[in-house]
């Protein structure tokens, strides 16, 4: 009876232990040929052979490029990490970042994810969003670009999120603050921009929020009520000019390399938990506040290249723990205190540029430091007297500007009137075009919602996007006579017109053959009407019409806004009003806001668009306007023309839609071609006049302002600040880099362009510069950012 209850007992156990082992074998393949995938996906490095060689990942032992953490036989952390280049070896070029995180998805039980220096490039798939039970993710080092994506927002237990050092573009989206449980946001070193979204200030888990080293800019919201935050590092942007209002327990605040122009709140005096302040190189005022030394945890203060004042004195107490101070290039005075005057031999005190008395060094005289004093400081009843005098004139000039409108009004209504009794006796002179044959239903087309594109607002000031009667551009155009012909390639015509109510206009006759089909036809003309934008030339309408000659052909005639202000080239390099520096920065910010809209404003896409500088065209107030862009309808000629849209000689062979990295990045090399003319001011012909060109910039930035200057065009030379100049060169190489992947992004050169006008518009208060362009007044430039 024993025996047979011995052997029942052992049945048992081994029908238990081959369930779980049976078990535990279904699902242990799956993970194991994820990580396989994996490992392919990486190019095999060394590391990863440990795969090949067991099937025991679970208990492969950790090292610093490989960590594997298993529960219950479930993947829930996973650490690959490269070594300054040297593991992994180079991605092959067929590498897929959709792929390896599709494998990675299958994981599904992942809670750490860290793939660090392993040289990832491409947008981040929107796959990530299947890791549902992910709480940390650490991407950093890596060539990651693209916008931050949606799906990133349905990790819901996120605790921390680091992106640092890829190349992330697009502003920080509002939804980081949705996280209930994010601790850490670190976003540093990549091509962010745009301001810090409010909803960060009611984030009260954060503990660390890094953006340093990024385009961002603007006032950084309230981030007094995050009792848990410990360290803010925002160096090396654009923020201010307020300093940042936080909680007295933070431990470091890092806004090195900024624009705040306010003064030191003296909140900080209580912020005794703060180790590490640095605040320096930014145009901070007002009084320095003393105490800050002999605060109980601080060890480290920088708060030099301000113009922070304030008199030292030698009894001042000091934190014994202090091992870094640099007041310089300030407005101190007085002495500096004994207990940083030990510390100066060891090499952790700096102190030049101030005015210290009684001490070696680099010092200028008090009397320096107080009369800089009083040139920061603005009295506040001569404040309060500017903005009486300005709130006078904004009321004036709104009462002259009612009244005018009231003028212009009445007259409009009379005119109009007029236009109306005059129509009425002379009777209808023109047709619907529903009544004539066409190949389209046009009625269908104009009445379709989906065809009225958001993206039209961008081109707000244009007239409505119509269908045209024959009539109407014959007697645009008087009966498309020869004067009126523009230019006459093989199957279209250009003419020069003007419709009754005075617009210019350029119409485009293109013959068709009506083999192709209506819905090819109503595809196009949907893609051609959404191209509205402020500085694309844009189609207004159209009109179809049987060829007299020829029953099996139809004539598409498209109706353009014509430019009579010639072409960019003219207006840089003679024969036309020669723009100055900062009127051909705007020029530069109007043509990648261009290419921009035509890359992303619009689904799908135009890309390869071929662009050349003649292309670029100016309005009667000399804006910038694109005329080239590649739409296959159009694709039958590739000359350009004075007043509407050319295209690239791809014919129909067009990339519309395509998003791979060597079509965008094509438009970008031939923006920096354009920017190439505007700095020297001369035609460039060839890709021979390129390559000279770009290696003689290469060599001149290299070197000092006065070699920089010695290669711009001549009549700039005395108009453009030297760290203007500068940026605009260095985005222009970047633009025409051989490696197409080193290209920027459009997103970085728009931005990049309207830093290197903000950075010429205090030169241009000094000097007193006179402009023409409404676009070229500083007080305009937000106004542009926000637009288009």
Not at 214 to 231: A, D, K, M, R, Y
Not at 526 to 548: A, K, Q, T
Not at 729 to 755: G, K
Request: with cysteine; proline share 5%.
């Amino acid at each position: 009876m024993a025996s047979l209850v011995l052997m029942h007992t052992s049945l048992l156990f081994l029908s238990t232990l081959f369930i779980c082992v049976h078990l535990s074998d279904q699902f242990q393949p799956f993970q194991y040929n994820a990580l396989k995938q994996i490992q392919q996906f990486l190019n095999y490095p060394s590391v990863l052979t440990i795969f090949d060689s067991t099937w025991d990942f679970c208990n492969v032992e950790p090292s610093p490029f490989l960590t594997i953490v298993c529960y219950e036989d479930n993947v829930t952390q996973l650490h690959i990490t490269g070594n300054n280049g040297v593991f992994p070896p180079s991605l092959p070029q067929n590498f897929s970042i959709d792929a390896l995180f599709s494998s990675i998805s299958s994981l599904s039980n992942l809670k750490v994810l860290s793939l660090v220096s392993l040289g990832l490039w491409g947008p981040l798939p929107a796959t990530i969003g299947k890791l549902s039970s992910m709480e940390i993710l650490n991407l950093s080092s890596n060539y990651i670009d693209g916008f931050i994506p949606l799906e990133l927002s349905y990790l819901n237990n996120l605790q921390t999120l680091v992106l640092d050092h890829n190349k992330f573009t697009g502003q920080i989206p509002r939804w980081v603050s949705s996280f209930n449980d994010l601790a850490v946001l670190s976003l540093k070193n990549n091509s962010l921009f745009g301001s810090l979204p409010s909803s960060i200030s009611s984030s009260d888990n954060l503990r660390v929020l890094a953006m340093a080293d990024n385009h961002l800019f603007g006032e950084i919201p309230g981030l007094q009520n995050l009792t848990n935050l410990q360290i803010l590092d925002l160096k090396n942007n654009y923020f201010g000019p307020n300093f940042p209002v936080l909680h007295h327990k933070v431990v470091t605040v890092d806004i090195r390399n900024n624009s705040f122009k306010s003064s030191v709140p003296n909140e900080l005096n209580s912020y005794f938990q703060l180790e590490k302040l640095d605040i320096s190189i930014n145009g901070l005022i007002g009084p320095f506040p003393p105490s800050l030394f002999s605060l109980p945890s601080i060890n480290y203060i920088d708060i030099s290249g301000n113009k922070l004042t304030g008199k030292l004195f030698q009894n001042m107490s000091c934190n014994a723990h202090l091992v870094f101070i640099n007041l310089s290039s300030n407005l101190l005075t007085g002495e500096l205190p004994a207990c940083l005057q030990e510390k100066v031999e060891e090499g952790a005190v700096s102190y030049d540029g101030n005015c210290l008395s009684g001490e070696e060094g680099n010092q200028k005289p008090s009397s320096f430091c107080h009369n800089e004093a009083l040139a920061v400081e603005v009295s506040p009843q001569k404040l309060r007297h500017k903005e009486r005098k300005a709130m006078a004139v904004l009321v004036s000039s709104l009462v002259g500007g009612i009244v005018g409108l009231a003028v212009i009004v009445g007259l409009s209504l009379w005119v109009f009137q007029r236009r109306n009794r005059r129509a009425a006796m002379k009777g209808p002179s023109t047709r619907l075009i529903t009544e004539k044959l066409s190949t389209v239903n046009t009625v269908k087309l104009l009445s379709d919602a989906r065809y009225i594109s958001e993206t039209m607002k961008m081109g707000a000031n244009l007239p409505t996007y119509r269908a045209f009667a024959l009539e109407e551009l014959k007697e645009a155009t008087n009966n498309f006579s020869h004067p009126s012909i523009v230019g006459e390639p093989s199957l279209i015509q250009i003419y020069r017109g003007k419709l009754g109510d005075g617009t210019a206009i350029v119409i485009r006759s293109i013959k068709m053959r009506k083999k192709h089909s209506p819905t090819m036809f109503t595809q196009h003309i949907e893609m051609i009407s959404r191209l509205r934008h402020n500085h694309l030339v844009s189609c207004i309408g159209h009109c179809f019409e049987c060829c007299p000659d020829d029953s099996t052909v139809g004539i598409v005639y498209f109706v353009f806004e014509s430019l009579p202000n010639g072409t960019l080239r003219s207006s840089i390099c003679g024969g036309g009003e020669t723009l100055n520096w900062a009127q051909r920065i705007i020029a530069g910010i109007g043509v990648a806001k261009g290419i921009q809209f035509l890359h992303t404003g619009i689904m799908p896409g135009v890309f390869s668009n071929h662009l050349k500088i003649t292309d670029v065209l100016l309005d009667p107030n000399f804006h910038v306007k694109i005329c080239t862009y590649n739409l296959p309808l159009l694709a039958h000629q590739n000359a350009g023309f004075m007043g509407g849209a050319a295209v690239s000689s791809n014919g129909l062979k067009s990339n519309i839609g395509g998003r791979e990295k060597e079509v965008e990045k094509d438009d970008i090399y031939d923006f920096g071609v354009i920017l190439m003319e505007i700095l020297v001011g001369r035609p460039i012909m060839s890709q021979n006049d390129v390559m000279v060109v770009k290696d003689i910039i290469q060599v001149s930035n290299k070197m000092d302002d006065t070699a920089r200057r010695s290669i711009v065009d001549p009549t700039i030379i005395k108009e453009c600040s030297t760290e203007s100049l500068k940026t605009v060169m260095d985005i222009c190489l970047r633009c025409l880099s051989d490696d197409p992947t080193a290209r920027p992004s459009i997103e970085d050169v728009l931005w990049t362009l309207q830093f290197a006008a903000q950075l010429q518009d205090p030169w241009r208060h000094d000097s007193h510069h006179i402009h023409r362009l409404s676009d070229s007044n500083p007080n305009n430039l937000q106004e542009q950012i926000s637009r288009g």
